[in-house]
Structures are given as C-alpha cells and as structure tokens.
C-alpha cells in the first residue's frame, strides 16, 4: 500500500522507503535493513505523505524525517544518489 494516496499497489510500482538516521530514504534496489513504507515515486503521493505523516507513523520514527532524499529521488530522475548502506556512514 502507498503510504501518501493510501492505494493498493503492486510492491514492484512502488519505492520502497527506510529510515536512516533520522532521514526517510529511498531504496529502489530493496535491499536497506529495517522497517520499510511504500510509495508511488510520484511527487503528488510524496507531498500527502508529508502532509499526513505517514512515512514517520509508518516506519515508527518518533518526530519529524527528513524527507529532502526522497526528493531528490522522486523529482531528479536523472541524478540518482545511491543511498549510503547502514551502518557505513564515514566522519568527516
Ligand atoms: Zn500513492
């Protein structure tokens, strides 16, 4: 189900989403750890999802997630940023 316009959807059509660190990011290749939401890679199901605070509810993140990854994902088709794997993030 998508978690923005709260359709049933085949898992294939949707972009599976995680939480990492605070920030909601994308994971097309389904392969991040943890909890995941759904979601039409459609700027319309992202924006609801923001506005209902699906994705935190969703992917029991307690407050707030940064969503500007998702963005990026969604609406700059053409510059993809590979999401870091967990546990992998580097100081500095
Ligand atoms: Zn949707």
């Known amino acids: ?3 923005g316009c709260r359709e049933r959807a085949d898992a294939s059509s949707l972009l599976r989403v995680v939480a990492v ?3 909601a990011v994308p994971d097309p290749a389904r ?5 995941g939401a759904h ?24 407050g707030t997630l940064d ?3 998702l963005h990026e994902e969604i609406e700059g088709s053409g510059a993809r940023t590979p999401p870091a794997p967990a546990g992998s993030e580097r100081n500095r």
């Open 21 to 23: 660190d605070g920030r």
């Open 1 to 3: 189900m998508c978690v």
């Open 31 to 35: 392969r991040l750890p943890g909890r």
């Open 39 to 62: 979601l039409h890679p459609t700027t319309q199901c992202l924006e609801r999802a923001e506005r209902t605070r699906a994705l935190p509810r969703a992917l029991r993140v307690a």
């Open 67 to 69: 969503t500007s990854a």
